[in-house]
Every structure is written in structure tokens, then in C-alpha cells.
């Protein structure tokens, strides 16, 4: 049971363009949301993060929104480069426990 | 801090045989995940532990798949016996405190023949 879901496996966009990336949830109990950024043969690493007391978080060219009543969570990323080319993963979480969604891969063309 | 350190990096082994993965958490964190990487389903939970006891084995896809943390420097993911569907991207992920940032490991791309 997917709890966090990303509906778009692939995202192309023009560098200096805007790249937004969705996310949906279902269980209204996380209180914690995050987005990493995975590279081909690497780990994930943490990108942003943003609480549920918020809706918002910006952080240089990348913003967070959240929608609680929704539960959607959408990365802004403006303006977008080639080097963000990369798999996106949003998660939610509610203490220790992480869930992720499959994941958006994002491309950024020159 | 060297980071999350998973062993071996790539491992291919034939249906049937034993698989073992191996993490090592960065030191000082007390909260260990594991995680399967596949093009469906994308970075799927499998089991964390906390304070090097089981919390939560519900993501365990069979009996297969069993999971041990001996001391809060070590973890393993066994798989007995291996099947081709088992092939995928392994992660291991620790973190500090409740709630606290996850880091990653680099992964053990598994292929089962």
C-alpha cells in the first residue's frame, strides 16, 4: 500500500525554466515532509523539508509547498539547471517511520 | 564522518543462494533503515530498527528476507534463498533521534540470476 505517491515517473524541462514535482499522501498522521535527490549510483541525499505547521519553505532555488487539507506536497525548483538532472524522491514521515513515493526523474535541458 | 557504509557495492548471484548485505550506520545514530529501490514501486521500507531493535518488519516482502542488528554499528539484510524478482537497489539509511534526518547509503545493486 503506497502511502506517499509521486504520479509522474519523468519530468523534461528547459534550463532556466521552472521544474515543479508532485506528491501525494494519504495518511493524514505525518507531520514531516521531505524531498531528496538521488544521482545515478549514489544514495538519496536530503534536499528540503518542511513541517506540517507550515506551508512553505524556501530554500535558494528550491521551494516547498505544502497543502495539508489536500495532501499534496509539490518541490519548486526555479530557475532550473542541467546539474539538477536527477531522480526525486518525496517522503513523509511521522517519527522514525519514513515512507517514500517511486520517485520523479527530472531532466533539465540545456 | 565516512557516512553510511554498505558492503558489498554490487553483488550477482545465482537463484537460490544466500545473499547477505551489510551496513554500517554513521556512528552515533540510533534509528537504521532498510530499503529496496524498484522501477514500480520506487524506495520501498522494509524494516527499521531503533536502538538496534526491530520497531517495525511490516515492508519484509517474505520469510525470505529476514534482518538483524547485532550492535548500533552493524546491520545485515539476509535473503535465504534468492530469487530473480529480488534483484533491486538495497539502501541502507540512518538517522538521529526521533524524527531526525535520514542519510543514505550508496547501495548494493543486487541481481539474482
Known amino acids: 500500500d503506497q502511502q506517499v505517491k509521486q504520479n509522474s515517473p519523468s519530468l523534461s524541462v528547459q534550463e532556466g525554466r521552472i521544474s515543479i514535482l508532485n506528491c501525494d499522501y494519504t495518511?493524514?498522521?505525518?507531520?514531516?515532509f521531505l524531498w531528496y535527490k538521488k544521482y545515478p549510483a549514489e544514495g538519496p541525499t536530503f534536499l528540503i523539508s518542511?513541517?506540517?505547521?507550515?506551508d512553505k519553505n524556501e530554500d535558494g532555488r528550491f521551494t516547498v509547498f505544502l497543502n495539508k487539507s489536500a495532501k499534496h506536497l509539490s518541490l519548486h525548483i526555479v530557475p532550473s539547471q542541467p546539474g539538477d538532472s536527477a531522480v526525486y524522491f518525496c517522503a513523509a514521515s511521522r517519527g522514525e517511520d519514513m515512507r517514500f513515493g517511486a520517485g520523479t526523474r527530472l531532466t533539465v535541458k540545456p | 564522518d565516512a557516512g553510511v557504509i554498505q558492503s558489498p557495492r554490487h553483488e550477482v548471484t545465482e537463484m537460490g543462494q544466500e545473499v547477505t548485505l551489510r551496513c554500517k550506520p554513521i556512528s552515533g545514530h540510533n534509528s537504521l533503515f532498510w530499503y529496496r529501490q524498484t522501477m514500480m514501486r520506487g524506495l520501498e521500507l522494509l524494516i527499521y530498527?531503533?536502538?538496534?531493535?526491530?520497531?517495525?518488519d511490516s515492508g519484509m516482502p517474505e520469510d525470505r528476507f529476514s534482518a538483524k542488528m547485532p550492535n548500533a554499528s552493524f546491520s545485515t539484510l539476509k535473503i535465504q534463498p534468492s530469487e530473480p524478482r529480488d534483484s533491486a537497489v538495497y539502501f541502507c539509511?540512518?538517522?538521529?533521534?526521533?524524527?531526525?534526518?535520514?542519510?543514505f547509503g550508496s547501495g548494493t545493486q543486487l541481481s539474482v540470476l
Open positions: 495518511n493524514s498522521m505525518f507531520d514531516y
Open positions: 530498527f531503533n536502538n538496534n531493535v526491530p520497531i517495525d
Open positions: 539509511a540512518s538517522s538521529l533521534g526521533f524524527g531526525g534526518l535520514s542519510f
Open positions: 518542511i513541517s506540517s505547521i507550515k
